[in-house]
T-cell receptor
Framework: DVKVTQSSRYLVKRTGEKVFLECVQD?????MFWYRQDPGLGLRLIYF???????EKGDIPEGYSVSREKKERFSLILESASTNQTSMYLC???????????FGSGTRLTVV | KQEVTQIPAALSVPEGENLVLNCSFT??????LQWFRQDPGKGLTSLLL?????REQTSGRLNASLDKSSGRSTLYIAASQPGDSATYLC???????????FGKGTTLSVSS
């Protein structure tokens, strides 16, 4: 089974800190994704990547950046954390178009 | 723009009941449809993936159907158990095939 591992389950950070959320997948998938999930708003796409060093903005990229230096690793960066970035962050990966998506266990980030 | 709707938003049933969760989507030109389960505070677990050429998929007590022409999918859960209590999400790829579009989910509670 494909495994997507998010390095932290819970994080508490202070306003203004630079925050790194790490995600690693073990099935050589080309595509990787970062979503955030908020009550009443559902899952919203922040960024995705379809290859090493390639990235595309999703629906809500403001305040975030990403890095994909290796195929298996996709990092989400909050340049200067703000309280409105308190959320559940979910990483996912997929292969070609007929394959489904596999999600990680999520990171609950609280910015105080 | 693809939109995904899930009805009902919440459902409470006694143990042992058979139940149906509904998902509808506005653009029938999809590659596949995926059903996920999410426990509180956790990531998404893939339950079933139905390709556009398929009518249904089964896994244990779960059966998902797909009717592309009408833009609908159903998730049938047989003989429900308290352990089935969770939020169930359906998702389809966007038109470019670059990300999943999610419904808001159905939160199921099965009482013993």
């Amino acid at each position: 089974d494909v495994k997507v591992t998010q390095s932290s389950r819970y994080l508490v950070k202070r306003t203004g800190e630079k925050v790194f959320l790490e995600c690693v997948q073990d099935m050589d998938h080309e595509n990787m994704f970062w979503y955030r999930q908020d009550p009443g708003l559902g899952l919203r796409l922040i960024y995705f990547s379809y290859d090493v060093k390639m990235k595309e903005k999703g629906d809500i990229p403001e305040g975030y950046s990403v890095s994909r230096e290796k195929k298996e690793r996709f990092s989400l960066i909050l340049e200067s954390a703000s309280t409105n970035q308190t959320s559940m962050y979910l990483c996912a990966s997929s292969g070609d178009r007929v394959q489904g998506y596999t999600f990680g266990s999520g990171t609950r980030l609280t910015v105080v | 723009k693809q939109e995904v709707t899930q009805i009902p938003a919440a459902l409470s049933v006694p143990e042992g009941e058979n139940l149906v969760l509904n998902c509808s989507f506005t653009d029938s030109a999809i590659y596949n449809l995926q059903w996920f389960r999410q426990d509180p505070g956790k990531g998404l677990t893939s339950l079933l993936l139905i390709q556009s050429s398929q009518r249904e998929q089964t896994s244990g007590r779960l059966n998902a159907s797909l009717d592309k022409s009408s833009g609908r999918s159903t998730l049938y859960i047989a003989a429900s158990q308290p352990g089935d209590s969770a939020t169930y999400l359906c998702a389809v790829p966007n038109q470019a095939g670059t990300a999943l579009i999610f419904g808001k989910g159905t939160t199921l509670s099965v009482s013993s």
